[in-house]
């Protein structure tokens, strides 16, 4: 069994804690600078790899030293990055965060190589030897907005492979082409923000409610210190979330990705899968960048 991870990858600069930007040549100290692979394709990859599950990340980086670097640190995580695709002449994505003392996180993002990936960059047989596919930024990767990529996603579906959606950003001009991908998939995890914008529903529920009408059998919107709303055809569930010190909320979403994939994997049921992610992301949450304080955590699956 194992993990295919397809979508966005980034390298992130993080630095905390940061209350401003200095002015001029101005230097601010700060105590905390990490480089990491992130994106909601990579860093969900790291993440799985940190919990101890075989996982496959593919996507596209540039042929540049970030990309060297990030398909570096995510084969030193034990990620299989072999099928990631290299695109002469093109940046790898990044992203410079200057953390907030509160764990906010504004950023300075290139999208870079991601957007040129395309159905193309992708090995049709891994995704078909998966048993968890995970998405991860469709809002970003234009190039498989792609008639051909959704029959492969309904193709592995019907072989048994179980495929989760995640979005990147909650810009409301990308919304509309994300929807597209609801019928092709199983479960779809976006934020608050997201799932309102593409719903214009006026509360969660009533945008989980009519994003479940479009066709996935699970909905799971994440609302940051409130926990995730869970909707299935049973019902709405409220799964709360777990009492941290909050440092840096960069990759909460992925985590909570990685937790809910790795429940998925390991066979346990929708509800017990979000807790799981509830779990992983708490962790995350507590440490600087996407793969902050999982040492250890394969525990968890346990």
Known sequence: MSVVTLGVHIVDVLARPVESIPA?????????VRITAAGAAAGTAVVLAKLGLPVTSLGAVGDDELGDF?????????VDVSRVTRKPGEQTAASILPIRPDGGRPSFHVPGANLGLSTADV??????????LH?????????LHDPAFHALLDEVRGR???????LLSNMPDLMPAAKTFLPHVDHFLPNEEQALR????PTVEEAAKSLLAEGPSTVIITLGAEGSLVATSDGLTRVPAEDVQVIDTTGCGDAYCAGFAAGLLTGRPVLESARLGTAVAARVAGGLGSDANLDGAAALLS
């Open 24 to 32: 001029g040549q101005d230097t601010h100290l700060v105590e905390q």
């Open 70 to 78: 990030l398909l570096m640190i995510m084969n030193r995580h034990g």
């Open 123 to 132: 090995d049709a047989d891994v995704i078909r030897g998966a048993t968890v």
């Open 135 to 143: 998405l991860g930024g469709m809002d970003a990767t234009w190039g």
């Open 160 to 166: 048994g492979t179980q495929v989760t959606l995640d």
């Open 198 to 201: 593409m719903t214009g529903a």
